[in-house]
């Protein structure tokens, strides 16, 4: 297969019109599936099968697709189509883009979220290989409403929409994924002498194949599954989706040598990063932003989000990390545990039921269960420090900001409001102090008188 590493390549994203099967204020092309919109997963898709350029062709007043656009591939250029009249007419929509010379160009759906950059990059090599159009086709279960890949014994004839398709041409089950690539030189030409003479009356891309073929040139196929061309129209196709791509990363985890006991109830992120000899135990969820390191064990329950876990650590059962919590080597992480926006130092405990907030802990501190960093007043975020080797009793509020030193200990139920030196003890609650014989003088005076009920 000719490599296409060294040929510049367009890639033009089409994101105008949609239907209204979603029923969502939002945009279709901007639901997230795995943490990420689904414009997002096309665009990086594009940019990992070496596009060097982007252009997407947004509807008219789609500013919320363009920003998510330019966040997602800066330097990408939009393009609005203005009148929805095909699939041909949305691509020349960017064709100032493609009057810029490019060797290949690859058209893709904002819509169809779930290619893998391999399966671009297959096109293209068709494309350097010699074909000037190669596309994308797969063998549907059900193929109604899909164009079908016309063949003339090995090679691609014409692809026929459906609703233009006799009956006999309806029997075929390879139909079009709808993207394909094509030859960076002959495409405006090709694109330009597309019509509209068909039962819809658009302009269809898949026409070029036609027209392609009439002029000599050689058309191609690659095939992918139908897992990785399925559309989103609709909230139950989103979640198909979903569930077709947490399956992808739950077995590339599971390959590059994680482990999952119940693999079906552990929800990833695109961008989960799990290193080898993790053990992650049934339900737990990974948003956006988490690089877990080797050997640490997410316990049941547990719900991770923008953090990173070091080596050996412990999560959970029922743990929550937030963004910006670091979790260091074999710390400890217990049940009913939140930790947002803070260091936690090599071999930390945190047991039991607590809040971390902005703060640094030195390694080897010891937090007590119910301890509370008081990092909010309402309008500011103040941080907490505590040093190495402290030790925080049970049921203590740290008022930030507040720092306990190095191998000081804070008495249970203490509400710390000034800094600690190291190596003290603080106790900052009531005195306990004891009357003897109290209660039994108390029972006594009341003996005999009427009980109200409790
Ligand atoms: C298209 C293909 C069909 C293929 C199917 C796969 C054409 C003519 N047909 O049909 O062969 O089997 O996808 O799902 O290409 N769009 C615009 N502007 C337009 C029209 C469409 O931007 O004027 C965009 C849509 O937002 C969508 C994509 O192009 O992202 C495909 O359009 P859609 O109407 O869904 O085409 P299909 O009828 O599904
Ligand atoms: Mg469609």
């Given at each position: 297969m000719p490599t296409s590493a060294s040929r510049t390549c367009l890639a033009i994203v089409l994101a105008?019109?949609?239907?209204?099967?979603?029923?969502?204020?939002?945009?279709?092309?901007?639901?997230?599936?795995?943490?990420?919109?689904?414009?997002?997963?096309?665009?990086?898709?594009?940019?990992?099968?070496?596009?060097?350029?982007?252009?997407?062709?947004?509807?008219?007043?789609?500013?919320?697709?363009?920003?998510?656009?330019?966040?997602?591939?800066?330097?990408?250029?939009?393009?609005?189509?203005?009148?929805?009249?095909?699939?041909?007419?949305?691509?020349?929509?960017?064709?100032?883009?493609?009057?810029?010379?490019?060797?290949?160009?690859?058209?893709?759906?904002?819509?169809?979220?779930?290619?893998?950059?391999?399966?671009?990059?297959?096109?293209?090599?068709?494309?350097?290989?010699g074909a000037s159009v190669a596309v994308l086709g797969f063998e549907a279960k059900d193929p109604a409403g899909y164009g079908r890949l016309l063949m003339d014994g090995a090679t691609l004839a014409a692809?026929?929409?459906?609703?233009?398709?006799?009956?006999?041409e309806r029997q075929t089950t390879l139909c079009n994924a709808g993207l394909m690539a094509l030859d960076g030189k002959q495409a405006l030409q090709i694109l330009d002498a597309i019509d509209n003479s068909n039962v819809q009356k658009e302009f269809y891309l898949t026409d070029a194949v036609a027209v392609a073929r009439g002029q000599g040139a050689r058309t191609a196929v690659v095939t992918a599954p139908e897992t990785q061309v399925m559309g989103v129209n609709d909230r139950l196709q989103l979640a198909q989706a979903e569930a077709q791509l947490q399956k992808r990363l739950r077995e590339n985890a599971m390959r590059e040598g994680v482990t999952m006991i119940a693999p079906e109830t552990v929800w990833l992120s695109h961008d989960t990063q799990i290193a080898r000899d993790v053990v992650i135990e049934p339900n737990v969820f990974f948003g956006p932003g988490v690089k877990v390191a080797e050997g640490a064990a997410i316990h049941a329950n547990s719900h991770l989000t923008g953090c990173e876990v070091g080596p050996g650590a412990s999560i959970g059962p029922f743990a929550r990390l937030r963004p910006g919590a670091q979790i260091g080597v074999k710390a400890k992480i217990g049940n009913f545990v939140e930790i947002k926006a803070s260091q936690i130092g090599a071999g930390v405990a945190i047991s039991h039921l607590t809040y971390i907030g902005d703060t640094t802990i030195g390694a080897n501190a010891n937090i007590g269960a119910g301890t509370i960093t008081c990092n909010y007043d309402g309008f500011d975020k103040a941080r907490c420090e505590i040093g190495e080797g402290a030790f925080i009793g049970s049921n203590s509020a740290l008022v930030a900001p507040v720092k306990i030193g190095a191998g000081a200990y804070v008495g249970s139920g203490s509400v710390i409001t000034r800094d600690v030196t190291a190596d003290a003890l603080a106790v900052a609650r009531g005195r306990q102090f004891e009357?003897?014989?109290?209660?039994?003088?108390?029972?006594?005076?009341?003996?005999?008188?009427?009980?109200?009920?409790?």
């Open positions: 105008a019109g949609e239907g209204t099967r979603m029923k969502s204020a939002l945009p279709k092309v901007l639901h997230q599936i795995a943490g990420r919109s689904m414009l997002g997963h096309v665009l990086a898709g594009v940019a990992a099968a070496g596009a060097h350029r982007i252009a997407i062709v947004v509807g008219p007043g789609r500013e919320d697709v363009a920003a998510e656009a330019r966040r997602m591939a800066p330097g990408a250029e939009v393009y609005v189509q203005t009148e929805r009249l095909g699939t041909a007419h949305a691509v020349l929509a960017a064709r100032a883009a493609l009057q810029a010379p490019c060797d290949d160009l690859l058209v893709v759906f904002a819509d169809t979220p779930l290619v893998e950059p391999a399966t671009f990059a297959a096109l293209r090599a068709q494309v350097a290989g692809i026929r929409e459906h609703k233009d398709a006799s009956e006999a009357k003897p014989g109290w209660a039994a003088e108390f029972r006594r005076a009341r003996e005999g008188k009427p009980k109200q009920r409790p």
